[in-house]
């Protein structure tokens, strides 16, 4: 059992430490352009190693808004998930389940789930040039998906023995 707390633990400690370099990282959208790479983040557009701010249409600022928002709450609720973890682990008695800190971790797969839909949804026409692909940012933010739906549903079945 307590390898299996230490592996959750680890597993958890991971998904937040991607979950900070996806929001902050700007390679969402990556490519080549005949300046250069190029990458596109949440916060900032970078073209051969200089960087501005984001200029997307004005529709879409709002939905980019929302990413932002989203993403910033998921980390929120992934490190709240994390302390309530530790605090649960010590304070509760055997047999608990860890509901609260499962709950906290669904939450923050939902706001994952959000962010990287509407990013999905509303972005894909600035994919101009054949060679441009989702970043490794996007990929990291998927992985978090899984990884915090796994926990969330590990810690609501697990009990403290």
Sequence with gaps: MLVLLAGIFVVHIATVVMLFVSTIANVWMAGTSPRGANSTGLWLKCIAG??????????????????????????????????????????????KRFYITGASMLICWLFILIAVSIYTARFPHYFTEPQDHHGYSFILAWICFC?????????LVLRKK
């Excluded at 994390?82 to 304070?91: G, H, R, S």
């Excluded at 990884?147 to 810690?155: D, Q």
């Design 50 to 95: 200089k960087c501005s701010q984001i200029t997307f249409a004005e529709g879409d600022m709002p939905s980019l808004k929302a990413v932002q928002a989203f993403m910033i709450l998921a980390i929120i609720f992934s490190f709240a998930s994390l302390v309530m973890f530790v605090v649960q682990l010590f304070t509760m008695e055997k047999g």
């Design 147 to 155: 990884f915090s739906f796994i926990i969330g549903v590990l810690y």
